[in-house]
């Protein structure tokens, strides 16, 4: 008889049914510790349920995540509940999960939920109601215990930051059935001391480690706090009640010291860059100021009493010489036109006809003398000739005929 022979394919199909079938792996509850955990972009979580027997493969798709109410990480005690199915591909069999809780806590995380609803509904997280923290603070209160390493990390990068912060501890008890009214009590002592920020919280643990955060006359403290309140609680995956009702939210006790103390450094720094601009500006403002002042110096010296006579003066320089230069011109060519006036005056000269060997009678009074009815006999007369006259008498006066 022929034995038959299937495919891989056909193995892992009639298996994947008969997982189908069993109506106990279409919804199961399994318990075991978180191993492997990954978070893919997708959005899909993959892990691996284990105990002290064995492994199962575990996913929980993006689209079931609304069934995980806290971050899955490495080591948790969880209860995953879902199907198992075949992943027909891989012939391998999985837990696909549609909710996940942590073992043994199902009842604090409906508490926590339904309480998160509840002041949610009354408005304790809302954004108008949250105070804003001061940038520079001089008192720092701190609610915690008094030993840990959250108040270390707190007081070590406080002091990091800026020294000249005061912190003021409040020791509290963050855990156990005494935590609550010793919280409180640290809220309401550090505000009626009048510090500037509160920062409330503890390092992580489990969820009933953190629960004093959770529970509802905390928040109200908190809420009802004058003074801006920093939750610090737990690690970063690790979210309280006193986170949302808190004025600001620090993922660890060393952010929210970080978050309440400015850096001293960055302010020197800051404050040497403002210097260094206000002395490039003053430096520009006086350079203009002083270009300004030789400006209005050199103005007022031009425009100035003194200035002024000295400008005219110069002015009245220039005119006299501008006079003299004409005056000089005029008499030089009146002196040529003389000379040319001279020139045609010495042909008209009687002394240029005497030096010629002419001469020239002049009665005694100085008449001159131009016909000899002028002169009768016996009158003394005048010979003018080039250097002198001769003294003469008129012997006798004949007119020519012609």
């Known amino acids: 008889m022929a034995q038959n022979v299937y495919t891989v394919a056909q193995v892992n199909s009639y298996i994947k049914n008969m997982f189908t079938q069993d109506y106990m792996l279409q919804s199961i509850s399994v318990k075991g510790e978180v191993s492997n955990c990954k978070y893919h972009t997708s959005g899909h979580i993959y892990f691996t349920l284990k105990d002290l027997s064995g492994t199962i493969a575990c996913v929980m798709f993006a689209g079931s995540?609304?069934?995980?109410?806290?971050?899955?990480?490495?080591?948790?005690?969880?209860?995953?509940?879902?199907?198992?199915?075949?992943?027909?591909?891989?012939?391998?069999?999985?837990?696909?999960?549609?909710?996940?809780?942590?073992?043994?806590?199902?009842?604090?995380?409906?508490?926590?939920?339904?309480?998160?609803?509840?002041?949610?509904?009354?408005?304790?997280?809302?954004?108008?109601?949250?105070?804003?923290?001061?940038?520079?603070?001089?008192?720092?209160?701190?609610?915690?215990?008094?030993?840990?390493?959250?108040?270390?990390?707190?007081?070590?990068?406080?002091?990091?930051?800026?020294?000249?912060?005061?912190?003021?501890?409040?020791?509290?008890?963050?855990?156990?059935?005494?935590?609550?009214?010793?919280?409180?009590?640290?809220?309401?002592?550090?505000?009626?001391?009048?510090?500037?920020?509160?920062?409330?919280?503890?390092?992580?643990?489990?969820?009933?480690?953190?629960?004093?955060?959770?529970e509802e006359s905390v928040a109200e403290a908190i809420f009802e706090c004058k003074v801006p309140v920093i939750s610090a609680v737990g690690h970063e995956?690790?979210?309280?009640?006193?986170?949302?009702?808190?004025?600001?939210?620090?993922?660890?006790?060393?952010?929210?010291?970080?978050?309440?103390?400015?850096?001293?450094?960055?302010?020197?720094e800051r404050l040497y860059g403002l210097r260094e601009m206000l002395r490039r500006g003053m430096d520009g403002k006086l350079r203009e100021a002083s270009m300004q002042l030789q400006n209005r110096k050199t103005r007022l010296r031009y425009l100035s009493p003194l200035s002024q006579i000295r400008e005219k003066r110069n002015f009245a320089m220039k005119?006299?010489?501008?006079?003299?230069?004409?005056?000089?011109?005029?008499?030089?060519?009146?002196?040529?036109?003389?000379?040319?006036?001279?020139?045609?005056?010495?042909?008209?000269?009687?002394?240029?006809?005497?030096?010629?060997?002419?001469s020239y009678v002049a009665s005694e009074q100085g008449k001159t003398l131009v016909s000899v009815e002028q002169v009768k006999p016996g009158e003394r007369l005048k010979i003018y000739v080039t250097d002198g006259f001769v003294e003469a008498e008129a012997i006798r006066a004949e007119k020519l005929k012609y």
């Open 319 to 358: 005119l006299e010489e501008a006079l003299q230069d004409a005056m000089e011109r005029k008499i030089t060519e009146k002196r040529q036109e003389m000379l040319l006036y001279v020139e045609r005056m010495k042909g008209l000269s009687p002394l240029e006809k005497l030096r010629q060997g002419y």
């Open 65 to 214: 995540r609304s069934g995980l109410a806290f971050r899955l990480a490495e080591g948790q005690q969880v209860v995953v509940t879902g199907r198992i199915d075949v992943y027909e591909r891989d012939g391998k069999y999985q837990l696909y999960a549609q909710k996940i809780t942590r073992q043994g806590i199902g009842d604090l995380y409906v508490r926590y939920e339904q309480l998160k609803r509840e002041l949610e509904e009354r408005g304790m997280f809302a954004a108008e109601y949250k105070r804003s923290i001061p940038k520079y603070i001089k008192t720092l209160g701190v609610v915690t215990a008094q030993t840990g390493a959250a108040v270390r990390d707190i007081i070590n990068i406080a002091h990091r930051r800026n020294p000249y912060v005061q912190i003021i501890l409040y020791p509290a008890i963050v855990q156990g059935e005494a935590a609550v009214p010793s919280i409180i009590n640290g809220l309401n002592a550090l505000e009626a001391l009048g510090v500037d920020v509160i920062i409330a919280g503890r390092g992580g643990g489990s969820i009933e480690d953190l629960w004093a955060f959770n």
């Open 237 to 268: 995956t690790d979210t309280t009640i006193a986170d949302f009702v808190a004025d600001l939210r620090a993922p660890t006790p060393s952010a929210a010291a970080e978050l309440a103390v400015y850096d001293i450094r960055e302010l020197s």
